[in-house]
């Protein structure tokens, strides 16, 4: 991609604009050109023709959108008829520019947004999030290749045993040059059973670099669009353009194509006799040792237990015990949701008072009252309020898990992406999430009504009041369940905290019931 070319004035009085995450991903590879022959952002055209027919409309095959959009006041600013002054300057986190956009068109989506579209030209390095130093364009990749056949691995997850003995066996046959590339452009990666931070997916990965065949390990912003067949189909785009000759599929085999032939492992076991990996066909059974699911190496780890050396190199092992402590010293987001009046601020109150007491796990309480005083002082009742107000809490929770806290929360949350946004923060930062769902029913909390809110709003004086004229999503997927006109308070807080301590985040501690 070549430098960009207009005078620094113009660019200087464009438009700014930070994409989001994975937009950013987007971006650093477009101008890699590792999604040749893309060249820039699709219009709204190019990407319906792309989700309709899998194709660019000149033909070209290509698996997923690659779009950009913005704020439809930045918008506004780019419907200029002169073509020097549709220019959209793209900042890194940071607010520093590192590309710029030539808006060759402007789609609405809605009263909000607008989808831009047009080629990216570079003004500084794009690279952007952890392990940069491990980035390389697809020319600077191919000097490092020993050999005319390149095999690929996109490596999601951690490479135990198996998986690294699966991987020699195919470049031996081949006898290819291997490329590790570790997708970066998500905050996690992983199955829901093991799902890791990128950054300690990367470190996970390097400690098992010295078990690899000759190699050529890269980070690569590659992110999920959740869709497995096109996800795969533009994974090997990008492996194609990295050179690979071909792909180390899953036993689905999705990831082949566009030239790039899909190898797909042959199991393997671990044969005791002489502690080598083989085709299971080729040991007898009572020889025989499988490999260990996900859902097992999440379990061991979960409960402090060492992973065994036949299965795990000690090195990666190490990895994962920092990167996944036992729970009962691992981060935790608690976080309690329910109707005004549900119970929910008592329960979690009596439950952090509880772990206070025990004193053997560092908690951070972050109720909505006080919430409101400080951390979200000037938002107001509005849905978007409410879901800053939401984020922010679920933001600093997570930080106080990041560090190995428990940190929770007791607001009202009434809709699902707010709280699936509270978990995603958690998870990326390391930690585990548990939602509380105090579905005491509104008849129940109306009766309560200490506040006089509900009357407030029955009568018009308080808008979009949770319950009554706004809606409350109660959650499909909370951990537990507590309905506060059932039980007591206090039994509701020996509940939860009978949970924590059978989910092995708490020792067993004495428990208070009021």
């Keep these: ?153 996109v490596a999601e997850k951690p490479l135990h045993r198996p998986q690294l003995a699966q991987l020699a066996r195919a470049a031996h046959n081949l006898a290819a040059h291997v490329l590790v590339m570790i997708p970066t452009g998500d905050e996690t990666n992983g199955d829901r059973e093991l799902r890791l931070p990128t950054a300690a997916l990367v470190r996970s990965v390097l400690a098992a670099k010295d078990r690899l065949p000759t190699a050529t390990v890269l980070t690569v912003p590659l992110s999920k669009r959740g869709d497995r067949l ?144 400080l951390l979200s002082s000037g938002l107001g009742f509005s849905r978007a309020d409410r879901s800053v107000n939401i984020r922010r809490i679920g933001f600093v929770a997570a930080e106080v898990a990041r560090h190995g806290g428990i940190g929770m929360a007791a607001p009202i949350a009434p809709y699902e992406v707010d709280r699936a946004e509270a978990r995603r923060m958690a998870e990326a930062a390391g930690a585990d999430f548990v939602l509380v769902h105090v579905s005491t029913p509104l008849e129940v909390c109306e009766s309560r009504d200490r506040k006089g809110l509900y009357a407030k709003a029955r009568s018009g004086q308080i808008p979009e009041f949770t319950g009554i004229s706004d809606p409350y999503e109660a959650p499909l997927n909370a951990g537990l369940e507590i309905d506060t006109s059932e039980i007591t308070v206090g039994e509701g807080v020996e509940q939860v905290l009978e949970f924590l301590s059978e989910g092995g985040w708490l020792e067993p501690i004495g428990l208070r019931i009021a």
Excluded at 300 to 305: A, I, N, T
């Design 230 to 373: 096109r996800d795969g189909l533009l994974t090997a785009k990008v492996a194609a353009a990295y050179g690979a000759t071909h792909l180390m599929t899953g036993p689905d085999g999705l990831g082949g194509g566009d030239g790039v032939r899909s190898m797909v492992p042959r199991e393997l076991a671990y044969d005791t006799r002489d502690g080598q990996w083989r085709p299971i066909e080729d040991i007898e059974p009572p020889f025989r040792r499988t490999a260990l699911s996900e859902a097992e190496v999440a379990d061991m780890l979960d409960r402090g237990f060492g992973l065994p050396e036949w299965h795990t190199p000690p090195s990666v092992a190490a990895e994962l015990r920092k990167a996944r402590p036992p729970r009962r010293q691992r981060g935790l987001v608690l976080f309690f949701t329910g109707l005004s009046g549900s119970g929910k601020s008592t329960i979690s109150r009596g439950v952090y008072e509880a772990l206070l007491e025990d004193g053997t796990r560092t908690v951070s309480l972050f109720d909505g009252d006080v919430v409101r005083r």
């Design 1 to 153: 991609m070549s430098d960009w070319v207009l005078p620094d004035e113009i660019l200087a009085e464009a438009p700014s604009h930070t994409p989001l995450p994975h937009e950013l991903a987007d971006l650093e590879l477009l101008l890699y050109g590792a999604y040749a022959p893309l060249r820039g952002f699709m219009g709204e055209a190019e990407a319906r023709s792309v989700t309709t027919r899998g194709a660019l409309p000149d033909g070209t095959a290509w698996p997923v959108p690659v779009t950009l959009d913005v704020p439809i006041a930045i918008a506004r600013l780019l419907d200029n008829p002169d073509p020097k002054r549709r220019v959209l300057r793209i900042t890194d986190p940071e607010g520093a520019p590192v590309a710029a956009v030539e808006c060759h068109s402007l789609d609405a989506l809605g009263p909000d947004m607008v989808r831009v579209g047009g080629p990216v030209r570079r003004i500084a390095d794009a690279a952007h999030g952890v392990f940069t130093s491990l980035r390389a364009t697809p020319e600077q990749a191919r000097t490092t290749y020993t050999k005319p056949r390149v095999l690929a691995l």
